[in-house]
């Protein structure tokens, strides 16, 4: 019998980081193939070029032992590939019958949309997972399990021989996953091959037939389930030696720089609280999505969190903040923000180096008075981080990714912050520069600084931090010390919660 | 659900976005003109209304089309000057009318293809148009002129069994417009790219599968051609041509659209809601009338009316 | 070769046109190059040159400014018809300036606080305000501007009309103070990317707000100097000089965030319009080219810079 899909040297790169890396495997029909790894293993990059989404730059997919190349998604589902990605896709504005035909809406006479039988489809496929959900009903209208569930009853609703879930069940409860998983038994029986992402271990072990381990965006193994115990699994996900690229920890801990108290992210959520120390670097841990995003954010009035405090020094912020005014006040109380997304929110790509660092330092200022000098503080902080350019006058959108990452660490260095919180420190740069900015934040945190880090790369957060939070939904629940985590008793303490 | 129903019929969560109050404000302007003037229900002012109510209704419904797809188009009112100017040519009524709606699908195209292919702001794209467009009309036709054929002004003036023909004019124009707009696969695909314009979903109508950069360009195109019809109904009305006649319809489209419950944002509107829009506007410019306002007060009052309805609406972006 | 066509392209438009359109007028009609005869031409785009300054702070920020149109005939008709009684002239042009501000402030205020779209806006402010000055003066044109403006509008300094001065002096400081002053750097970056100058801490709606009213100020002085030349008061109420000054900007590099040209690139966008109202005036082209003229350098300027915008 032909393997439903075949996965031979496929590889792919984003700028300089190597997202999937040569991954070479087989898919099974009639089988439901789990994907595992830790974030940023490559898991969701390798779906999303089997749906169409990314195309590789190199290797070859073949499916039912045709060789296939997509240029976009509904290729793909043209070829019997069909997806329910971990973003929600759908159109808030439409209906969940729009949605589900949207581009392929069945036509009745004179050229009109035939509403009722699309009407009458979704509400099968929606009853097929135990909905009984008008299908007229706008998606703005549903509750994020239920656009969950609409987003599964598009994805297995169409006539594919492979379907790709990823992370189906992020918002679901078990009583949901019992329906899901009564209908993937269904396909399964069908003949076709299912493709399963999930943190969820008993999930796993509960309706998945073979599967695959990726790290580091190379393929790890492909066996049977039946094989492996749960304690195996993850030993094969994280399995890495910590190198020597991070650098020794704090000693001692300074006094106590910034104190989260009660916070609530959402009405529901239950309170929390930790603090973070002059001269220690603090990492948030756990899955991706957790919620480690939002309590940061939810700090410079990017995220409306639901009530909390947060105290610097003598003062007292209560949250939620607003928006408008959210980053300003923080930096007037000396914390500065590094977001993750370095071009969309970090930098101004079209603008020099120089004036990427010194905003931080004019926006101190009151709008009519002079320029502050920035050009010996840039010199200083271009040398300090050894960051690589023509001149200070140079674009910032012409560096590579790690020289981007120093200019934006550099304008809070020139702001001389008592408090960082950095999101992804370390996101797109390549080896020499992450070793760089381990040791740049080390020597912060030596000099007196209190820093807050945010990664998925668990690797990193434990190499760099003194201690680490494991979050997981919205609230912490481990503490683990810099020296002792692992990846696994972090995996343990967020999958056993 | 019971919460849900009201909270859809305040236009909250509904696609077709808040008309209702225009349609109170209308049921009041009424009543109040019945109180108080005694012209107004008569025959011929109804009559009137309706044929002054239907050129703004049409080019609102072009209008409301693009602004759908979080776009606007401020050339219509220089395509409806260029229309009666082309129609007030010497010429066969068979001649000059598929040269007008050339001429509006050419300035269309001129403006999809700017705003897709050469990546040009809607705005700005149709901003400019309106200028040439303006200028070719002003070259035809300096000023207020002519005579368009007699053609032209029998189907807007004239009547078929003591029905007048605006009664049809607005028939045809409707069932069009809900073809265009709820009938059919390009109207669904319309609401899908312009709400994924207005949540930040940019790609996701196209992962969809759909054609968004022919559905805009053809958006523009549908929305020129509405104002062409429009200026060949007021070409008729007027039996002449004129370059200043279209210069209040960009503004005045655009407020209609959004009075009856469009978002400007894109992804939320209805072909009822426009059309309620736009008799509003044409009501209350009739009441303006028979209450004797002066013209010029009516135009500020149009402006503070768009000021309130569009400063109202929630949009995340800032700027143009 | 392709790094030279790409610093070709980051030339603002507005020099080249600049030196065309000075070569064909010489080319064509040589009578017209002399001191006398253009410095009357520069003094008359003066105003659109001072108008610019405040657009091209706008459009840096993203934004636009249309509401001059409105500014320029609520200040004619306030000073005109004498509404203001007998104060002295000092305090009339002081109060034309206040109520720049307060349309720029108004506008601001919509355009950064309630986000409505700046062209829907400030087109509805000048409609507003054209509907109302026009219903209080009932139609009618009002009475003549002081003779002491027209007076100091016709002196010069050496050789250069005052306007013009003034014009370059404003452009100057208009230089210095966004390459040297705090708020400068502050417009640089949101037009640059307002959600990265979010989070790095600069004030992006004060910012937005504080570029609306600087152009209602730079309308006002646009306003007195056109009301100066034009000597009478009008009802004529133009979107012609804010399309302009759009036109103008554009041309001169500056376009909806990005500001390759500076202060300096608009400047001579302006100037290019002095020339070519020159040339179509001597070649005899009739005001509806004119708008053509507007519409299509609005239109290849934007196509110019969404081509180029797109390749990076």
Not at chain 1, 158 to 173: K, R, S
Not at chain 1, 249 to 267: E, W
């Amino acid at each position: 019998m032909l393997p439903a899909v075949t996965f031979k040297g496929v590889t792919k790169h984003f700028g300089p980081t190597l997202a999937v890396n040569d991954i070479s495997f087989e898919i099974r029909p009639g089988r439901v193939h789990a994907l595992m790894g830790e974030n940023g293993a490559g898991k969701s990059t390798l779906m999303k070029i089997l749906a169409g989404v990314h195309q590789p730059d190199a290797g070859k997919i073949a499916i039912a032992g045709r060789q296939v190349c997509f240029a976009n998604p509904s290729q793909a589902l043209a070829a019997g590939v069909s997806t329910v990605f971990q973003e929600l896709s759908l159109l808030p504005n439409l209906s969940i019958t729009e949605n589900m035909f949207l581009g392929k809406e069945i036509m009745g006479r004179f050229g009109s949309p035939h509403r009722a039988e699309m009407a009458q489809r979704t509400k099968e496929a929606l009853s097929e997972l135990g909905m009984s959900l008008d299908p007229n009903t706008l998606v703005s209208e549903l509750s994020i399990a239920q656009r969950q569930f609409v987003e599964i009853a598009h994805g297995i609703k169409a006539d594919a021989q492979v379907f790709i879930l990823d992370e189906p069940t992020a918002a679901l409860n078990a009583a949901d996953v019992q329906v899901l998983n009564a209908r993937i038994e269904k396909l399964k029986a069908k003949g076709k091959a299912i493709v399963y992402i999930s943190h969820r271990m008993d999930e796993i072990f509960a309706i998945c037939d073979d599967v695959t381990i990726m790290k580091d965006g190379a393929h790890v193994a492909t066996q049977s389930l039946s094989d492996l115990t749960p304690e195996r699994l993850i030993t094969l996900m994280v399995g890495r030696e910590l190198n020597d690229l991070f650098p020794d920890r704090a000693r001692d801990l300074g006094p106590v720089r910034l104190s989260c108290q009660d916070l609530r992210l959402t009405p529901e959520a239950s309170p929390l609280s930790f603090d973070l120390h002059s001269g220690e670097i603090l990492g948030l841990a756990g899955l991706e999505g957790q919620g480690q995003s939002e309590i940061v954010r939810s700090m410079i009035g990017q995220y409306a969190a639901n009530s909390g405090k947060v105290r610097i020094g003598s003062q007292t912020v209560l949250l939620p903040v607003t928006a408008s005014a959210g980053v300003r006040n923080m930096q007037q109380l000396s914390l500065g923000f590094v977001p993750e997304d370095r071009k969309e929110e970090g930098l101004l790509l079209g603008a020099a180096i120089r004036e990427n660092i010194g905003i931080g330092l004019q926006s101190a200022r009151p709008g009519f008075k002079p320029l502050a000098k920035v050009a010996d503080v840039t010199r200083r902080i271009m040398a300090d981080l050894n960051i690589k350019a023509g001149s200070s006058t140079t674009p910032v959108g012409t560096l590579s990714g790690g020289n981007q990452q120093k200019v934006l660490l550099g304008r809070y260095l020139a702001s001389d912050m008592d408090i960082l919180i950095i999101e992804e420190p370390t996101r797109g740069v390549d080896i020499g520069a992450k070793v760089e900015i381990y040791r740049l934040l080390r020597e912060l945190a030596q000099r007196g600084m209190a820093i807050l880090v945010l990664s998925r790369e668990t690797v990193e957060l434990i190499g760099l931090c003194d201690r680490l939070l494991v979050v997981h939904d919205r609230k912490i629940v481990s503490e683990l010390a810099g020296a002792e985590a692992s990846e696994h008793n972090i995996l343990n303490a967020a999958l056993t919660s | 659900m019971h919460r849900r129903k009201i909270n859809r019929f305040f236009g909250k969560n509904s696609r077709q976005g808040n008309w209702w109050a225009a349609l109170l404000i209308i049921i009041a302007t009424i009543l109040l003109l019945l109180v108080k003037s005694d012209d107004f229900a008569t025959p011929q002012n109804a009559s009137n209304l309706l044929a002054q109510a239907m050129p703004l209704i049409i080019v609102a419904i072009g209008q409301m089309i693009v602004i759908i797809l979080a776009g606007m188009d401020l050339s219509v009112g220089s395509v409806m000057s260029l229309t009666t100017a082309i129609l007030a040519l010497d010429g066969s009524p068979y001649a000059l009318i598929p040269l007008v709606f050339l001429a509006a699908i050419c300035v269309g195209l001129v403006n999809g293809v700017a705003i897709v292919k050469l990546n040009v702001h809607p705005i700005i794209a149709t901003l400019s148009t309106q200028f040439i467009v303006l200028g070719i009309a002003q070259l035809l036709r300096p000023v207020a002129g002519g005579s368009v054929p007699d053609f032209v002004v029998t189907i807007v003036t004239g009547s078929v069994l003591g029905v007048p023909a605006p009664v049809f004019w607005g028939i045809v124009i409707v069932g069009l417009g809900w073809k265009i707009v709820h009938g059919s696969r390009f109207g669904l695909h319309l609401f899908a790219i312009g709400g994924g314009n207005a949540s930040g979903q940019l790609d996701t109508a196209h992962n969809f599968g759909l054609k968004d950069e022919r559905n805009i360009v053809l958006a523009y195109v549908i929305s020129a051609g509405f104002a062409a019809l429009a200026g060949l109904f007021i070409a008729g009305r007027i039996a002449s041509g004129d370059p200043s006649v279209g210069s209040q319809f960009a503004l005045d489209s655009i407020t209609a659209v959004a009075i009856g419950g469009t978002q400007l944002s894109g992804g939320v509107g209805g072909l009822h809601g426009t059309i309620i829009g736009a008799i509003l506007m044409s009501l209350l410019a009739n009441g303006m009338n028979l209450a004797n306002l002066s013209a010029f007060l009516q135009g500020a009052i149009k402006g503070v009316i768009l000021l309130l309805v569009v400063g109202l609406q929630s949009r995340k972006k800032m700027g143009l | 070769m392709t790094n030279v066509l790409r610093s070709a392209a980051r030339i603002p438009p507005a020099y080249i046109v600049f030196v065309i359109l000075l070569a064909t007028l010489w080319l064509t009609k040589p009578q017209l190059m002399n001191a006398n005869v253009m410095g009357i031409f520069v003094r008359q785009v003066a105003p659109l040159g001072i108008l610019v300054l405040g657009q091209l702070l706008v459009m840096r920020v993203r934004s636009i400014d249309l509401s001059g149109a409105g500014v320029l005939l609520l200040v004619n008709y306030m000073i005109a018809s004498g509404l203001l009684g007998d104060l002295p002239l000092p305090l009339i042009l002081l109060v034309s300036l206040g109520i720049g501000c307060l349309v720029g402030l108004f506008n601001g205020y919509l355009v950064a606080k309630r986000r409505v779209s700046a062209v829907i806006a400030t087109l509805a402010v000048t409609v507003i305000i054209g509907g109302f000055v026009q219903f209080v003066a009932s139609g009618k044109p009002p009475g003549n501007m002081p003779e002491l403006m027209n007076d100091i509008y016709k002196m010069k300094w050496g050789p250069v009309p005052l306007p013009v001065v003034l014009w370059v002096a404003l452009t100057a400081v208009m230089a210095v103070f966004l390459s040297r002053f705090v708020y400068g750097q502050f417009v640089m970056a949101v037009g640059e990317n307002p959600t990265a100058s979010h989070f790095s801490g600069v004030p992006v709606e004060r910012t937005v707000l504080m570029a609306h009213v600087i152009a209602g100020l730079f309308a006002g002085i646009a306003a007195i100097v056109q009301s100066a030349a034009v000597a009478v008061g009008s009802l004529r109420l133009g979107l012609e000089m804010p399309i302009d000054a759009v036109a103008a900007t554009i041309l001169g590099g500056v376009i909806f965030g990005r500001g390759d040209g500076g202060v300096w690139g608009p400047f001579f966008g302006v100037m290019c319009f002095a020339l070519l109202f020159v040339s179509m005036t001597s070649f005899g082209v009739p005001e509806p080219g004119k708008q053509i003229a507007r519409g299509l350098i609005i239109l290849l300027a934007a196509i110019f810079y969404g081509l180029n915008t797109r390749k990076t």
